[in-house]
């Protein structure tokens, strides 16, 4: 408008306010789209992902230039973003990003995008960013219980563990470890000796479980959902837990290594 009035009525002064304005506007876009180069972006998924329940992803933003900072920098993750307001030549930062899929199995994270309105909030500037990633999503867990969805049919005997404690049959007799409670440590036979001294003893576990899918009611989804529930509080309380999914067998066991392999099996059935 003020470019048209400048040449209706040939006033110099309009002439020069036009340039001005256009010359702040080109040396706005330089700076704002300098801002955006030499930077890299890293988003790192936790190690378990439930499908519909929010997720906190590690964000983090470096800065590869060597004299330049990076102003008012966001980064996008889908619909979501984390905002880093000032970022120093040769820095990095990492942000806390919450994140939802709605869908189980391996799914690919969202477009990654870098914006700034930096320097004036004239425009936004943004570039996305070909990160290519994706996460293992496990089913969503729903509230389930061995009465319910699985019956006396599932237990498989017990098994027999070694711990430390004063009573039971005996096994041997152990130097502590840092692992063992300190209610374990035998105090008469530690002051016999050096160290602090434990026994362990035989004892039976709980019956060890296996679970079949096909003994769940509901839809595919609710009844893998029922069954990585019940993986999950089993495998915490530290009983041994199996899987029957079709003609697959997974023996019962424990720990934390088994209890990841059940719920990718979980989460990648009839997927593969």
């Not at 340039?19 to 506007?25: D, T």
């Not at 990095?92 to 004036?120: D, H, K, M, N, Y």
């Not at 089913?139 to 017990?158: M, Y």
Request: net charge positive.
């Amino acid at each position: 408008m003020l470019g048209f009035a400048a040449v209706n009525t040939g006033n110099n002064l309009l002439y020069l306010l036009v340039s001005a304005l256009l010359g702040f506007m080109a040396v706005s876009g330089l700076l704002g789209q300098r801002n955006l180069q030499q930077l890299s972006v890293y988003v790192s998924p936790p190690r378990e992902v439930f499908s519909g329940n929010s997720a906190a992803y590690d964000v983090e933003l470096r800065n590869h230039r060597r004299w330049l900072p990076a102003f008012l920098m966001r980064v996008e993750v889908g619909a979501e973003g984390v905002l880093f307001p000032l970022l120093t030549a040769q820095e990095s930062s990492r942000q806390a990003l919450l994140l939802t899929f709605s869908e189980r199995g391996f799914q690919s994270l969202p477009t990654v995008r870098l914006t700034s309105c930096f320097p004036i909030n004239f425009f936004i500037r943004s570039k996305n960013l070909a990160i290519k990633q994706q996460v293992l999503v496990f089913p969503r867990p729903q509230i389930a219980t061995l009465a319910s969805g699985a019956g006396d049919h599932h237990r498989v005997g017990h098994d027999e563990l070694t711990q430390p404690g004063i009573d039971g049959e005996l096994r041997s007799i152990d130097n502590y470890r840092e692992t063992d409670p300190l209610k374990s440590i035998h105090w008469k036979l530690s002051a016999r000796h050096d160290e602090f001294k434990v026994k362990r003893q035989n004892r039976f576990a709980a019956p060890s479980i296996l679970l079949d899918l096909q003994n769940f009611d509901g839809p595919l989804e609710d009844r893998l959902g029922k069954c990585t529930f019940l993986v999950d509080q089993l495998a915490r309380q530290q009983q041994a837990v199996g899987l029957r999914l079709d003609r697959r067998l997974i023996s019962p066991g424990q720990g934390a290594a088994h209890r990841y392999k059940l719920l990718t099996e979980l989460a990648l059935y009839g997927q593969r």
